[in-house]
C-alpha cells in the first residue's frame, strides 16, 4: 500500500549551496541516480530517511486493517487473496526498510521512531474496516492512490528506493484490480450488498484523496524535495489524477462518489471537486484518529512477542560466525 509522504515538518533554514552541493544538483538535472556511496547533502540524506521510513511503517501498518477480514473473507478464494495481499505488504515494507539502512539508519532505530510517536505512517490505516466491502474500496482507492504516487518514485534520483518501488508497483497493480473485483461482485449483487459497497465508498472517499498529503501550497518539504528529484508531482496534481482516474470507475459500477461539487470541468479537461477537511486530515495525523492508538497498540505489542525470535537469530549469527573463525584458524 502506499505510505503518504505527510509534510507537517518545518522548513530548513536556507544557506548557500556550497561546491559540493552544486555539483550534486548537476547531477540530479543530468538524470544521474544517487546510490548509497556518493556524497549527497545531509538534508537529502535526512528528507529520504524521513519518506521511505515512513512509507515502510505505511506498509506495515496498513497490513492491520486488512488482516482483520482474513478470517471473515465469504470465499475461500477471497480468503487466499486476501491473505496473499497482505504477505505482499509485509514484503513491501521488508524493500523499504533496506532501502532505508542503506542511508546509515537502522531498522531498530525506524520502528523505535514509529512506536514513539516520532515518525508518521498514512493517515489512511487510522479508520477502521466495518464491512467487507470496505477490503474492496481499499483495494479500489487506497491502492489506486498507492500507485498514483509511487510509478514516478521508480524514477527518483535516490537508486535503492527507485529500484524497489519496481516490484512494489507491480504489485500495487493487483491489489487495485482485487479491490475492483469485489466491488464489481457487490455492486451486481443483490441491493443489500451494492449499498454497502456504497456505504464503503461514501465513508473511504475523502481520506483516499488526504492521501496525498496537504495542498501545494502548505507542504514544506514538496518544493525542495522536486527539485532534488525525489517527488517529481506536486501533492495536488496528484491528487487530480486520482479524481479524474476514479470518477468513471465509480460511474461503471453505478456507484454515487459522496461529493456534491464533483463536476466535468470541460475548459480544464479535469473534474472540479469540493473541499477536503483539512482538519480532520492534521488531527488524524496528531494522533487523534478513530484507530491511532489501536494501530500503534497492536505494532508494540508484535515487536515486543517477537523479541524472542530476534534474539535467536542474533545468537545463531554469532554461533555460526565464531565456528567460521575456529574453521578458518
Given amino acids: 500500500m502506499y505510505a503518504q509522504m505527510v509534510d507537517t515538518g518545518t522548513k530548513v533554514a536556507g544557506a548557500e549551496s556550497s561546491a559540493e552541493e552544486q555539483a550534486f544538483q548537476v547531477r540530479l538535472d543530468a538524470d544521474i541516480r544517487i546510490e548509497p556511496q556518493d556524497w549527497m547533502p545531509q538534508r537529502y540524506r535526512n528528507t529520504l530517511i524521513r519518506q521511505i521510513s515512513q512509507h515502510a511503517h505505511s506498509e506495515?501498518?496498513?497490513q492491520l486493517p486488512e488482516g482483520n477480514w482474513i478470517t471473515r473473507a465469504p470465499t475461500l478464494k477471497r480468503k487466499a487473496i486476501l491473505l496473499a495481499k497482505v504477505q505482499d505488504e509485509a514484503?513491501?515494507?521488508?524493500?523499504?526498510?533496506?532501502?532505508?539502512?542503506t542511508l546509515g539508519v537502522s531498522r531498530d532505530q525506524m520502528v523505535d521512531d514509529l512506536?514513539?510517536?516520532?515518525?508518521?505512517?498514512?493517515?489512511?490505516?487510522?479508520?477502521?474496516t466495518l464491512t467487507w466491502a470496505d477490503i474492496g474500496t481499499i483495494g479500489w482507492l487506497v491502492d489506486g492512490a498507492a500507485i498514483m504516487n509511487q510509478i514516478p518514485l521508480c524514477r527518483c534520483s535516490y537508486g535503492p528506493y527507485?529500484?524497489?518501488?519496481?516490484?512494489?508497483?507491480?504489485?500495487?497493480?493487483?491489489?487495485?484490480?482485487?479491490?475492483?473485483?469485489?466491488?464489481?461482485?457487490l455492486c451486481r449483487g443483490t441491493p443489500e450488498q451494492k449499498a454497502m459497497a456504497q456505504d464503503a465508498l461514501n465513508r473511504w472517499w475523502w481520506p483516499s484523496l488526504m492521501m496525498f498529503g496537504p495542498p501545494d501550497g502548505d507542504s514544506v518539504h514538496s518544493e525542495q524535495s522536486r527539485q532534488w528529484k525525489i517527488k517529481l508531482f506536486t501533492n495536488d496534481e496528484l491528487r487530480?489524477?486520482?479524481?479524474?482516474?476514479?470518477?468513471?470507475?465509480?460511474?461503471?459500477?453505478?456507484?454515487?462518489?459522496?461529493?456534491?461539487?464533483?463536476?466535468?470541468?470541460?475548459?480544464?479537461?479535469?473534474?472540479?471537486?469540493?473541499?477536503?477537511?483539512?482538519?480532520?486530515?492534521y488531527n488524524v495525523i496528531k494522533?487523534?484518529?478513530p484507530c491511532n492508538r489501536e494501530r500503534i497498540a497492536t505494532r508494540r505489542s508484535a515487536w515486543e512477542d517477537g523479541t524472542w525470535f530476534r534474539?535467536?537469530?542474533v545468537a545463531h549469527a554469532q554461533k555460526k560466525a565464531s565456528r567460521e573463525m575456529s574453521e578458518a584458524a
Fill in 60 to 62: 506495515i501498518v496498513g
Fill in 91 to 101: 514484503g513491501h515494507g521488508l524493500y523499504l526498510y533496506s532501502a532505508a539502512e
Fill in 115 to 128: 512506536h514513539s510517536g516520532k515518525a508518521k505512517y498514512s493517515s489512511i490505516f487510522n479508520y477502521p
Fill in 162 to 185: 527507485a529500484r524497489a518501488m519496481i516490484r512494489v508497483c507491480k504489485e500495487e497493480a493487483f491489489h487495485m484490480r482485487q479491490g475492483y473485483d469485489i466491488m464489481m461482485a
Fill in 240 to 281: 487530480q489524477k486520482m479524481v479524474d482516474q476514479t470518477v468513471p470507475q465509480a460511474e461503471y459500477l453505478g456507484l454515487t462518489i459522496p461529493d456534491p461539487d464533483l463536476k466535468w470541468n470541460a475548459e480544464r479537461g479535469h473534474y472540479d471537486y469540493g473541499a477536503i477537511d483539512w482538519d480532520e486530515f
Fill in 287 to 289: 494522533g487523534n484518529g
Fill in 311 to 313: 534474539d535467536a537469530l
